[in-house]
C-alpha cells in the first residue's frame, strides 16, 4: 500500500498520479501529489516504479500495528528500494537479465 510522499524528494511531476491504475493520488498546484484513496491503493508498484525522484514508498505488507512515525522513518528509508531493486534509473544496472522465471514457462510448454 502507498505509505509516503516525500516532499523533499518530489519534483510535482505527477508521473505517478498518471501511473496510478486506481486513481490513488489527487494532484496539487504545484506541490507533491496527494494520496487521497489509500485504500483504493492495490500495491502494484507503478507509482513508486516510475518516479524518477525516488520520492514514493509503497509497502508490500501494510502494518496497520506502526504508529505513523515509526511508519515514516521505515519509509524513507525504503524510499525508491522496489526500483533500485529491478534497476530502473540512471546509474543502475538492469536485473532483467538475471531473472529465470521464463524457465518455468519453457518447461511447463
Avoid: K
Avoid at 507509482?47 to 501494510?62: F, K, M, N, R, S
Avoid at 534509473?89 to 529465470?100: H, I, K, L, P
Amino acid at each position: 500500500m502507498i505509505e509516503l510522499v516525500s516532499a523533499e524528494r518530489c519534483t510535482a511531476c505527477n508521473i505517478c498520479v498518471n501511473a496510478c491504475p486506481t486513481n490513488v493520488f489527487d494532484a496539487v498546484p504545484d506541490g507533491p501529489p496527494r494520496i487521497a484513496r489509500q485504500d483504493d491503493c492495490q500495491t502494484c508498484f507503478m507509482c513508486e516504479l516510475y518516479c524518477p525522484e525516488d520520492a514514493l514508498y509503497v509497502a508490500p505488507i501494510a502494518d496497520r500495528g506502526a504508529t505513523a512515525e515509526e511508519r515514516d522513518a521505515a519509509a524513507v528509508a525504503l524510499m525508491g528500494s522496489y526500483r533500485s531493486a529491478i534497476g530502473w534509473g540512471r546509474g543502475r544496472r538492469s536485473t532483467a537479465s538475471a531473472d529465470a522465471s521464463f524457465e518455468l514457462l519453457r518447461r511447463a510448454h
